[in-house]
């Protein structure tokens, strides 16, 4: 039988060398030495879990919501290493999503058993 934690080496290599892993690990290092960076991308997550909550809630936004978002959408446009960094965690994330459901789905997992 093989050994689950020699398979999940295997993956972290093969995870390693994707194009997107090396833009996502490439965009953390410049966030990572740049406060202004990590400020902005700080305060867009607040909006995001506000707009998030907002929506759940009131199953819309507000103007108030909206605007912030718009604010800290040109805020992140004009700074490309924020940009390049969200975008790059997308990517990564559908990767990193697409992986975990195949493995839920390959063992008989369902995750979101009791949330719906």
Known sequence: MDNVYDKA????????SY????EYREASEKIKNNA?????IEDFRKIQFEAYNE???????SEDTKKKFENIS???SMNQDV??????EQKFSIIWQDII?????SIG????????
Not at 36 to 40: G, M, P, S, T, Y
Not at 83 to 88: H, M, S, V
């Open 9 to 16: 080496h295997e993956l972290a290599k093969v995870l390693k």
């Open 19 to 22: 194009p997107e892993v090396s």
């Open 36 to 40: 202004d960076a990590q400020k902005i």
């Open 55 to 61: 929506q759940m809630e009131k199953k819309q936004l």
């Open 74 to 76: 040109n805020i992140i």
């Open 83 to 88: 940009a390049q960094f969200l975008t790059a």
């Open 101 to 105: 459901k195949i493995l839920t789905d």
């Open 109 to 116: 997992l369902d995750l979101n058993f009791g949330m719906k």
